[in-house]
């Protein structure tokens, strides 16, 4: 039978292909789904590559014929150089065996341990939002995830430590896409010699953040994991741990300030739930109207716009051939923003996730802001946990505007966030008005 045909789209210039264009043009994939289809190939970071959207590609990524696919060869070296031996690029048994490894940190009854210090930690920051009155919330959201995912996973006191520590992730991620990669490296260097540190202190006297639940797992022959392992493993939860949230909170800000009468709507369902009492774990999971904006954000503001695989068998998909040995990405973005999945797609509106519509469960995989299948994102709950925490306590005490005058257009790389950041004013509500 004849092969069929490559994808339509364009290679590029010779040896730098379309990198460029990838790069900087933060409407790159997007111009080509429209110009080409829901497949189009191009050559970018030394390689041709495809770009696939539409929940049936995705499902036949993620889930289906998985076994064609790898994550290793499909992140860029820099991705490897920086996040080191972790999960984010391990394969096979060696990844399973460290996902179940690391899984329990992230589940049941670590997450219920969580919550206060979570709260504690956001109760701090409310208190300085309201002195300063004026801010960029992006780098806020920063400090603030960053500093609970170090005192979770870490144990870390906050303080002039965990602020460098903050820097130097900051540093690292830059240098993702292989830009600045020389300070990217000088900083993963620090944050290791950090890490081996606090390894070396929990080894000695265990105490209940993530980082002891890791040091004490043990594989079903009893094997535990190396003190470089637990390194590189920290060091990707604490990268994964805060980035993303930070921009899923910084768009959830924005939207909430541009549409009065979903921050409305939002509010009455917390100030409903306030009358019972403070926020607590049990009323997390009492909150539909905010997991519906929660879900709505994952769908129009994916902070991970894609993931890479490497094609280690050849496939054919829709009519087109993919020979191995190219890059493939399925792109989030795209996909959650297609006609045939979600009606007006381009309009930013939670009640797409009410019981009655519930747009995303018409078709598998229409959803996937946290990836999916076996290797789904494993911060899921904790990053859901803490996402709602926060807009909670928001939703239930403050108010803020957007200052004139500010860029509040989407930048990719590292995650999707309002260029100039957010600058709000910060008010608490006055309990009188309510
Ligand atoms: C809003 C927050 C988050 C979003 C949107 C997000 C998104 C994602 C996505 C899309 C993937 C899959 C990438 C792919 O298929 O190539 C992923 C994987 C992963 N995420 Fe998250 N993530 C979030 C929070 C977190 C948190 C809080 C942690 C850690 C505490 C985390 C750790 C990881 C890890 C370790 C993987 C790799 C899993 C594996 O390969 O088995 N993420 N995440």
New binding site residues.
């Given amino acids: 039978m004849a092969q069929l045909p490559l994808p339509p789209g364009s290679m590029g210039l010779p040896l730098v292909g379309e990198t460029l264009q990838f790069l900087f043009d933060p409407d790159f994939v997007e111009k080509r789904f429209k110009r080409y289809g829901l497949m189009f190939k191009t050559r970018i970071l030394g390689r041709p590559a495809v770009y696939l959207a539409g929940p049936e590609a995705i499902e036949f990524i993620?889930d289906r014929h998985m076994d064609h696919f790898n994550?290793r060869e499909g992140w860029p070296q820099s991705f490897k150089t920086l996040l080191g031996r972790s999960?984010?690029v391990q394969e096979g048994e060696e990844?399973r065996r460290n996902?179940r490894l690391i899984m329990p940190a992230?589940h049941g009854a670590a997450l219920a341990r969580y919550f206060a210090t979570m709260e504690q930690i956001t109760q701090g920051y409310l208190a300085t939002w309201v002195q300063k009155r004026e801010f960029v919330w992006y780098k806020e959201f920063k400090q603030l995830t960053f500093e609970i995912a170090s005192q979770i996973f870490l144990g870390s006191s906050p303080g002039p430590e965990t602020v460098r520590l903050s820097q130097l992730f900051t540093t690292l991620s830059g240098g993702l896409f292989g830009v600045g990669m020389k300070r990217a490296i000088a900083a993963r260097q620090q944050i290791l010699q950090h890490l081996t540190q606090v390894i070396q202190q929990r080894q000695q006297h265990p105490t209940d953040d993530a980082l002891s639940l890791l040091i004490q797992a043990e594989d079903e022959a009893g094997n535990r994991l190396s003190r470089e392992e637990i390194c590189d493993q920290a060091l990707?939860?604490l990268f994964?741990?805060h980035e993303?949230?930070t921009s899923?909170l910084t768009w959830a800000c924005l939207e909430l300030a541009r549409h009065p009468d979903l921050l409305n709507q939002a509010r009455a369902e917390q100030l409903n739930l306030a009358q019972q009492g403070g926020l607590s774990l049990a009323q997390i999971s009492q909150m539909p109207y905010l997991d519906q904006v929660i879900s709505e954000l994952?769908r129009f503001h994916?902070?991970?716009a894609g993931?890479?695989r490497g094609v280690v068998k050849s496939f054919d998909f829709n009519g087109y051939h993919i020979p191995a040995g190219w890059l493939a990405q399925y792109s989030?973005l795209c996909t959650h923003r297609l006609e045939t999945v979600y009606s007006d797609p381009d309009r930013f509106d939670p009640d797409r996730f009410s019981p009655e519509r519930q747009e995303s469960k018409l078709q598998p995989f229409s959803l996937v802001?946290?990836?999916g299948g076996s290797?789904i994102?494993?911060?899921?709950a904790?990053?859901k946990l803490e996402?709602k925490l926060i807009l909670a306590h928001l939703l239930r005490g403050y108010q803020w505007q957007l200052v004139p005058n500010q860029n509040l257009e989407p930048v990719l790389i590292p995650t999707r966030r309002p260029k100039d950041g957010l600058r709000v004013r910060f008010d608490q509500i006055d309990p009188l008005s309510q």
């Fill in positions: 993620l994550w999960l984010f990844h996902r992230f990707l939860l994964a741990g993303t949230t899923m994952e994916p902070p991970v993931g890479f989030i802001g946290f990836g290797r994102c494993i911060g899921l904790f990053a996402m």
